[in-house]
């Protein structure tokens, strides 16, 4: 293991997931995502990494954590933690295009 490797696995224990969830209103589990409402409206998808998941799989849990949001309606913004060394690419743009993106979201 490098220092590097040493390091983000240090940032990984202390400072993902649960760091994040704080002060969550609810927290649900979806795979390793954890879909968190805060007051003031704001949703929040977070993760520590995704186990390896293909963008297949990633897809479907952008369709599943949006559809959880959209669901109550004191969620007004949605932000995706996006994870670049972790998450591909593709996936990144699977979140946006579904709009998981909190200055662009909007209800239907």
């Keep these: 293991m ?3 490797d040493h ?6 224990r202390q400072l993902r997931t649960d760091a994040e969830t ?3 209103l609810a927290v649900e589990r979806l795979g390793p995502l954890l879909m968190c409402t805060f007051a003031g409206g704001r949703g929040f998808v977070t993760y520590r990494n995704l186990d390896g998941a293909g963008s297949r799989v990633i897809a479907r849990w952008v369709l599943e954590a949006l559809a959880h949001f959209r669901w109550d309606p004191s969620v007004v ?3 995706w933690k996006t994870r670049a060394m972790i998450m591909r690419p593709d996936s990144m743009t699977r979140c946006c295009e579904a709009d998981l993106n909190p200055k662009r979201r909007s209800r239907s």
Excluded: I, K, N
């Design 2 to 4: 490098t220092s590097a």
């Design 7 to 12: 390091f983000l696995a240090a940032y990984d």
């Design 22 to 24: 704080q002060g969550a």
């Design 77 to 79: 913004r949605v932000e």
